[in-house]
């Protein structure tokens, strides 16, 4: 996706240890505009699966998981960090966080992800693919389908992308970073 490369090119920065900050439009100000074409992009890329559910993981993918649920007309949840005392029948996985390395357990109530659901889980970044992973486990947890996974951005230098594509899961990712090395943005 053209115009979101040119973005990260010209407002991403790059930090030690791979990672890539956009938080002037994704991650902390938001650009509502550039988020719906990210969601179109989606809609397009997805045309072909049967979703009828988009799923995605708090804080980051809400944004763009409720755009492409508004472009899609279709309902969005989120899968929350902590366990609202709460929650009616509640599934739960554990995810492992590489950049902040330990472990949280992540819950979506079965009320709103059942075995009638075909996922489309939208998140902001791919990197190792724990996020990912955990949403899998949910999904099968639940009898649920997964119809496709989407991120605005992947790094390509780390395994996520292998791994989930390797599992045969439509994976579209719009912008995919090759190196972040020498402080220096490269994109495919
Ligand atoms: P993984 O899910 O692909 O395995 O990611 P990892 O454990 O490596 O990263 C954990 C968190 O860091 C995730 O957000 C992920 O989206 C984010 N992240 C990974 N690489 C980058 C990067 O290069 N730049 C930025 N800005 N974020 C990155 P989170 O902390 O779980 O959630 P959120 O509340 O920020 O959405
Ligand atoms: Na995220
Ligand atoms: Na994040």
Redesign the pocket.
């Known amino acids: 996706m053209e115009i979101l490369k040119e973005r990260i090119l010209q407002d991403g920065k790059c930090f030690e240890g791979g990672i890539l900050k956009v938080d002037s439009f994704i991650n902390h100000q938001m650009d509502p505009m550039l988020m719906y074409q990210i969601a179109e992009e989606f809609v397009t890329r997805f045309k072909n699966e049967n979703i009828n559910k988009i799923v995605t993981?708090e804080?980051?993918?809400i944004a763009p998981a409720i755009l492409v649920g508004y472009a899609m007309q279709l309902p969005v949840v989120f899968v929350k960090k902590k366990q609202p005392k709460t929650m009616e029948n509640m599934l739960t996985t554990t995810v492992h966080s590489f950049t902040k390395d330990r472990d949280y357990t992540v819950c979506i109530s079965n009320n709103f992800l059942t075995s009638d659901d075909r996922v489309l889980f939208i998140?902001?970044?791919l990197a190792n693919g724990n996020?990912a992973m955990g949403m899998i486990d949910l999904i099968n947890q639940a009898g649920a389908t997964l119809s496709g996974m989407g991120f605005i951005i992947e790094k390509a230098f780390q395994e996520g992308g292998k791994i989930l594509r390797d599992k045969d899961i439509h994976v579209e990712s719009l912008a995919i970073i090759e190196d972040l090395s020498n402080c220096e943005i490269k994109i495919r």
């Open positions: 993981i804080a980051s993918g998140d902001d970044f996020a």
